[in-house]
């Protein structure tokens, strides 16, 4: 991954970071501490956009897969007949008439989904129109966790068949709360475009590619509030886990700076840059 050529300290994200941060040594500049625990809320806002994005990868497969074969009105699925979903995960599609709902269960134990684990039910539904270039998609929550993350709320998705490019998008508004097993917690709201660059019709999960832009505002509980604007499109390959390029601006009453998803590779790192030419190094999780 591209690095910036800026002295840097490494940041790796964990909830229990903060705490680490609080110990050090008095001599500690308080303008570094400040950067420190700026750069670990703009972290946790990566983490969210993980879980988020890997949900929409899961959801968008269940609907362009029900749409191919689209021959029965209810069905109960297990394992990859369907798409690419282990054996843990259940599958009901409930069609009636036009309108149809598309429940997919992890189950309450927890499934190991693309190097994730997942528990609950994400839920789709919408009305069914082939000839529509303009679909919309509720998706709600239940019980819904990733990687212990308890992740609450809901989206509406509009899909458009064909953008200006000539390729499938879909627009996403979101409003949801992600709360950590320690009981850190933010909130979310905006709205993303997730354009499909790549991969669209050829059958094969793993060959698929979107660009995502957009803004959205992050709300932590200690009052802190962050705005997101992606201002270089965030290119999310399915293969991997996280965004392997991409830029987004972050403002904050008291802080501004760039989050650099990196030049490509499919990695975990990234860099933030405050205002005043400081980098942080993240490693995301």
Known sequence: MKKLNVTKQMLVVSLGLTFAFFGCSDNEPVENLEQDLNSTEVALSAEMDVALETMDDIAIDAYEEQEVNEDTSSRTTNGNEFFTLPDCVTITVVAQQNFRELTIDFGAEGCEVRNNILKGKIILSYTRDPEAREILISKTLEDFYFNDKNIIGSKTILRERSNDN????????????????????????????????????????????????????????????????????????????????????VERTNFSGVFDYGNGDCDNQATFTFEDGTVRDITLR
């Open 166 to 249: 000539g390729n499938p998008q879909f627009t996403k508004t979101v409003d949801v709360t992600v709360v950590w097993p320690d009981g850190v917690e933010a909130s979310r709201i905006g709205t993303k475009t997730r354009e499909w660059v790549e991969g669209h019709g050829s059958g094969v999960w793993s060959d698929n590619v979107f660009e995502v832009t957009g803004n959205w505002t992050s709300n932590f509980r200690n009052g802190n509030t962050h705005s997101y604007e992606v201002t270089n499109p965030l290119r999310r390959e399915v293969i991997c886990r996280f965004f392997v390029s991409g830029l987004v601006d």
